[in-house]
């Protein structure tokens, strides 16, 4: 029972180009989301979020945007970079104290 | 100056053993999580704390039990190891209990042999 869905196992894209990881949820009540990034051997680490009051957040090269009624959101990484190779979770808190997470997105960045 | 350490980073044991994972965060955060990334690379919750108080166990069988001395230490013991317990299991915590994220230690891999 996945709430929080991450459809795209890996993606390739090539360095200096942009890169978008999307994130589907179920429930419509989830009201803020998180972008994980994490490399091997290690936990992983926050890298943006999103309140549902907002439609998009920027961070530098990384900005989330969100799609409400879709229940959709994407990050998008411009341009990307060898060190953003990586795996991408999207997650969300659930109001009883957890955080979900989806499946992740393993991000491969090509010469 | 690690926020989330949690030891060992690898251990490596016998199926019906009892062992230990500690973690401690340094970040003064009032809530405490273990999760278990299994083979299919899910991070899912087993356990929160909050202030050292049980809020979530999310369906975890009882030889997996969670001890939190005070709010910086949140360690996990497992009894009767058993080989399906084999997984990276990661520690992490948070500020407050809702829409914060998580920050979370490099990850015990755990062989069950």
């Known amino acids: 029972d996945q709430q929080v869905k991450q459809n795209s196992p890996s993606l390739s894209v090539q360095e200096g180009r942009i890169s978008i990881l999307n994130c589907d949820y179920t429930n419509s009540m989830f009201d803020y989301f998180l972008w994980y990034k994490k490399y091997p051997a290690e936990g992983p680490t926050f890298l943006i979020s999103?309140?549902?009051?907002?439609d998009k957040n920027e961070d530098g090269r990384f900005t989330v945007f969100l799609n409400k009624s879709a229940k959709h959101l994407s990050l998008h990484i411009v341009p990307s970079q060898p060190g953003d190779s990586a795996v991408y979770f999207c997650a969300t808190p659930r109001g009883d104290d957890k955080i979900i997470f989806g499946k992740g997105t393993r991000l491969h960045i090509l010469p | 100056d690690t926020a989330v350490s949690q030891t060992p980073k690898y251990l490596v044991t016998q199926m019906g053993n009892d062992k230990s994972i500690k973690c401690e965060q340094n970040l003064g955060h009032d809530t405490m999580y273990w999760y278990k990334q299994d083979s299919k690379k899910f991070l899912k919750i087993m356990f929160s704390?909050?202030?050292?108080?049980?809020?979530i166990n999310e369906t975890v069988p009882n030889r997996f039990s969670p001890k939190s001395p005070d709010k910086a230490h949140l360690n996990l013991h497992i009894n009767s190891l058993e080989l399906g317990d084999s997984a990276v299991y990661f520690c992490?915590?948070?500020?407050?209990?809702?829409?914060?994220?998580?920050?979370f230690g490099q990850g015990t891999r755990l062989t069950v042999v």
């Open positions: 704390y909050n202030n050292k108080e049980l809020i």
């Open positions: 992490a915590s948070s500020q407050v209990r809702a829409n914060t994220e998580a920050f």
């Open positions: 999103i309140s549902s009051i907002k």
